[in-house]
């Protein structure tokens, strides 16, 4: 882990939002919409970092994530997705409409 310059807690709300505290966004050089990149990392740390500037432009992140060749989705990502499908549909069917 890199050096902790300031630490504090959150919560994540029912919808997945999470507030970061003031002095984290000021220390980072947040402002309002602020783009952000998240990360997940394999040992499930999750890593929130500033886009490049503040002109980083949605092109330059596409191009950024074009040349990522990490694979993000599983066969068994796939097959928990085709699980819940099924499932998914099947409850559909049975309501009455």
Do not use: C, H
């Not at 882990?1 to 994540?12: H, L, P, Q």
């Not at 970061?20 to 929130?48: C, F, H, Q, W």
């Not at 993000?72 to 928990?80: A, F, G, T």
């Amino acid at each position: 882990m890199k050096n902790v310059i300031y630490e504090d807690a959150g919560r994540v709300m029912s919808r997945g939002q999470l507030v970061i505290p003031i002095e984290i966004r000021k220390r980072a050089g947040l402002i309002g919409k602020s783009l952000v990149r998240i990360l997940l990392t394999s040992d499930k740390n999750i890593v929130i970092e500033p886009m490049k500037g503040k002109n980083y432009k949605l092109s330059s992140f596409l191009r950024d994530m074009s040349e990522d060749y990490k694979v993000y989705w599983s066969k068994e990502d796939d097959l928990k997705r085709k699980k819940i499908k099924a499932l998914s549909t099947k409850r559909l069917k049975k309501l009455v409409w």
